[in-house]
C-alpha cells in the first residue's frame, strides 16, 4: 500500500490590526504627511526659498540650483507617500507596517542628507528625525505579526 505525503495548508498570514502601536503609527503617518506636504508645497511654489525664508546659499555643494526638485521629493515622497500609507494602513493591508518602516527609515536618512548639505539646523530637523524613529519603531511593533506569518509561510 502505498501512501500518499500529507498536504498542510499553509497557514494565512494574518493582516495586521490596529492596536495601540498600529494606531501611533497611523497618527505620526498623519503628522508627517501633512508637514511634508505642507514644506513640499512652500518649496516647489517659491523654489527659491522665499517662502520659507531658506537662502539658496545652503544649497551650495548639492546636485540642487534651488528648491524645486527637494519641495517634490519632500512633498511627494513624505508628503502624499505617508498619507497614502496611512490609509492603507486603516485599510488594513498587510504591506501597510512594512511601507510604514521604510517612510520611518527613509525620513531619517533624509533629514541627515539635509543636514550634511546645509550644514545648518533648526528646531524641526531633530522634531521630523524622531517622528521617523517613532514611525520606525511603532511599525515593527505593529507588523511583527504579521511579519512572523510570512516567515512561517517560507518555510
Known sequence: ???????????????????????????????????A???????????????MQLPLRWLDGSPFRDFFVPGLILGGLFGLGSLVVAVSSLRCWKIAPFLAFAIGCGQMIWIVVELAIIREVSILHPICFGIGLAISITSMRWGWPTFAGWKATRG
Request: net charge positive; hydrophobic share 45%; proline share 10%.
Open 1 to 35: 500500500m502505498t501512501s500518499s505525503p500529507t498536504v498542510h495548508a499553509a497557514a494565512p498570514i494574518p493582516a495586521p490590526t490596529m492596536d495601540r502601536a498600529g494606531r501611533t503609527t497611523v497618527g505620526l503617518l498623519v503628522l508627517l504627511g501633512l508637514m
Open 37 to 51: 506636504l505642507g514644506g513640499g508645497v512652500a518649496l516647489v511654489s517659491r523654489p527659491d526659498g522665499s517662502v
